[in-house]
Nanobody, 127 residues
Framework: QVQLVESGGGLVQAGGSLRLSCAAS????????MAWFRQAPGKERENVAA????????YYADSVKGRFTISRDNAKNTVSLQMNDLKPEDTAVYYC????????????????????WGQGTQVTVSS
């Protein structure tokens, strides 16, 4: 089992940047495929970025491609989301998620594939 704690959210003006971090407990972090989801008020939770166990493969939603970068450091049990050129439509609660994966180079996109979730961190982008 893994526990996830996000940090780094906040209020930023449009065009600004934020870096979210997710710290994971446990000694087998490299066994987990990881992702960042977000949920805006009144909307479904959506996957914005995902990364395979060793970082070889990544996924980005079309809405964030070229602006967001997901990365992980298995030695530090962390996964990060660098968010640049933020837009008001990026405003949401951002969640870190994990699931045990048998595939070293495969990420997962579907929300139901993830078993572990952090508590979320608010990102607000003002226009």
């Amino acid at each position: 089992q893994v526990q996830l704690v996000e940090s780094g959210g906040g209020l930023v003006q449009a065009g600004g940047s934020l870096r979210l971090s997710c710290a994971a407990s446990g000694r087998t972090f490299s066994s987990y495929a990881m992702a960042w989801f977000r949920q805006a008020p009144g909307k479904e939770r959506e996957n914005v970025a995902a990364i395979s166990r060793f970082g070889r493969s990544t996924y980005y939603a079309d809405s964030v491609k070229g602006r967001f970068t997901i990365s992980r450091d298995n030695a530090k049990n962390t996964v990060s989301l660098q968010m640049n050129d933020l837009k008001p439509e990026d405003t949401a609660v951002y969640y870190c998620a994990a699931h045990v994966s048998s595939y070293s180079a495969r990420y997962s996109v579907g929300i139901y594939e993830y078993d572990y979730w952090g508590q979320g961190t608010q990102v607000t982008v003002s226009s």
